[in-house]
Structures are given as structure tokens and as C-alpha cells.
């Protein structure tokens, strides 16, 4: 979660998984600064998930597209949109219907265990890793920069529910804070003490989330006052999310040498998630995701056209 960074990036990465791949694309876009794009590409080049490549020699001008570390990420894509349909669709202009291709029914995607077949809920995954990511100390000074939270922006797209979730949970420190109290960390101390994260700002993101409807707060002691934090239902859907970006971490971020995995610990194996079909049961491709609306339809052909032509070159 943390190498992924803020909200900024997570809508970069979403333009790219719709076929965006050149400058001037992704600031019209987006309605961002040319420095902050500029600085958040160069940022994802940087760590291997965007790749920075030639289109045209006078002058000189660069595309941007998803290496394969950066395609990985769909799941995660995949997931943040089935949240924010459930959780914000109200927000929405228009819900956009997905179905699974293999069986023909709505989209809807969970996680299962591939060493037991069950399925994986909040709090079963235990990371047994021991090793600091290998990416760590290269973005931790990119990640202070951006620590203050600032609210993801409109967008006039109606196809658009990543922004509204970005709202909701669209920094590394919300994440991981809902992260830990999903896995029975409730109080503040506790919560700061697990995150070595800084009071105010864990003031500030607890504030927040339990403003988006995302935490609940419940005195525990009256003098001083003192509270204690659960997950909202919302919150407890979003262990999908956390799940997808821990297996992608796993499979990315560590040396492949290590003995880094994820437990499960309803049948003590390696977990190695898979993200199914709730209907069939099959493992979810980005290629069977159908849309029903024509503008989704044209935006993931055109993404589709871009991993062809970037792996042909």
C-alpha cells in the first residue's frame, strides 16, 4: 500500500488501465498540475509500474504505459470499482453494469484460498514475510512529500466511481488503518503503535473515515475520554482491496528468494489468493470482464490494444 502512494497515483493507473498512455491525455484527463503528473509519472516509471517509451522522434515525445508489474494490478482496479458500485453507487451518474463473460452473470468477485478452496475473510491472512520491501527505502522521501492528504477530485466521467472511493479511502495511511483495525486492532495507541504513524495524522484519517461511514467510534472510558474504533460495513468490504494489494506486494516487492508468503489461517497454508467468480467460481481475466455501456466498452478495447502493440514492440 505504501508504494502505491496517494490518491494521485491510483487515478493515474486508472486512466492507464482505460488505454491513456500519453501526457497531454492524462492532464486533460484528470484536471491535474503538469508538475504533480509529471512528478507522480515519474514516480511510477521510477518503482517499475509504468514504463516510459518513444512514440515520436521530432521533437521528442514519451508515452506512458503499464509494465507488466503495473497490468498485475487489475484485481485491485477491479475490486476499488465493485466497492465503490456497492458503496457509492448512489453518488454515480449511472451504475455500469459488468458481467463475467464465462458464465454470463452480473460481476461480482471475492477472494478464495488456492491451497483450500475456502473463502478468505477479513482477518484469515497473516503476512509471514520478515524482509523490509526492497522498494521501501527509494520512496519513503516521494511518500513524505505527499503524506498531507488532499481530497481526490471530480470528474465529469460518468464512469467514474474510482474518484468517489479515493475520496473515501484514497490514501496509504487510511488504508492501512482500516487494515489494522479490520484485523482486531481497535484502539487509538494500539492503531499508532502497530503503524508507527504520527498522532495528529492518525487523528486526521481516523476523523475521516469515520466521516465517510467507513469506522464507528465507541467511548470506553470517560476521564479522560478515551475510544475505541470498528469497521463499518463498509470497511469489512474493502478486505478484498487489502487482500489483492497484499498479493500483488508479495509477488513484486520482495526478493523472489525470500520466504515471504501469506498464511491463511483457517487451513494454515500459503493462501496465494485467487480472485473468483462468486457465481462460478472461475478465476476472474481481465479479458472476460464484459461492460454493457459503449463508452467502458471502447475505453478497456483500447487498453487492450495498448498491452498488444506494447508487447509486440
Not at 487509538?188 to 475521516?208: E, G, K, M, P, S
Not at 468490504?237 to 501469506?262: F, I, M
Amino acid at each position: 500500500m505504501a508504494v502505491l502512494g496517494d490518491d494521485w497515483t491510483f487515478l493515474i493507473l486508472r486512466q492507464a488501465f482505460w488505454g491513456v498512455t500519453r501526457f497531454e491525455n492524462f492532464l486533460s484527463n484528470l484536471a491535474v498540475s503538469r508538475a504533480r503528473l509529471s512528478d507522480r509519472l515519474k514516480y511510477l516509471t521510477g518503482i517499475g509500474v509504468m514504463e516510459r517509451r518513444p512514440y515520436q522522434t521530432r521533437p521528442e515525445r514519451f508515452e506512458y504505459v503499464l509494465s507488466e508489474m503495473g497490468l498485475d494490478l487489475f484485481e485491485m482496479a477491479l475490486l476499488i470499482h465493485q466497492w465503490a458500485d456497492r458503496w457509492r453507487g448512489d453518488q454515480l451518474d449511472s451504475n455500469i453494469e459488468k458481467r463475467h463473460r464465462p458464465c454470463g452473470a452480473h460481476l461480482s468477485m471475492g477472494f478464495q484460498c488456492a491451497s483450500c478452496d475456502e473463502p478468505i475473510a477479513p482477518g484469515t491472512i497473516v503476512e509471514d514475510t520478515g524482509y523490509r520491501c526492497r522498494l521501501v527505502d527509494r520512496i519513503d522521501g516521494l511518500l513524505h512529500r505527499w503524506q498531507r492528504r488532499k481530497a481526490a477530485p471530480k470528474h465529469s466521467s460518468s464512469f467514474d466511481p474510482v474518484s468517489y472511493a479515493l475520496e473515501a479511502f484514497g490514501d496509504r495511511w487510511s488504508l492501512l488503518i482500516i487494515d489494522a483495525i479490520l484485523s482486531g486492532i481497535h484502539r487509538f495507541d494500539d492503531i499508532q503503535r502497530r503503524l508507527d504513524v504520527a498522532r495528529n495524522i492518525l487523528t486526521n484519517r481516523l476523523v475521516h473515515l469515520e466521516s465517510e461511514g467507513l469506522v464507528t467510534k465507541n467511548a470506553y472510558q470517560d476521564a479522560p475520554p478515551r475510544y475505541d474504533y470498528h469497521p463499518a460495513p463498509p470497511a469489512r468490504d474493502l478486505h478484498d482491496v487489502l487482500t489483492a494489494t497484499r498479493a500483488w506486494g508479495l509477488r513484486w516487492l520482495y526478493p523472489s528468494d525470500t520466504d515471504a508468503k501469506l498464511v491463511h489461517r483457517y487451513c494454515g497454508q500459503a493462501a496465494r489468493p485467487k480472485l473468483v467468480c462468486t457465481s462460478c467460481a472461475r478465476p476472474i481475466l481481465w479479458e472476460d470482464v464484459d461492460y454493457a455501456d459503449p463508452e467502458m466498452k471502447e475505453a478497456k478495447a483500447k487498453m487492450m490494444a495498448t498491452v498488444i502493440n506494447a508487447g509486440g514492440s
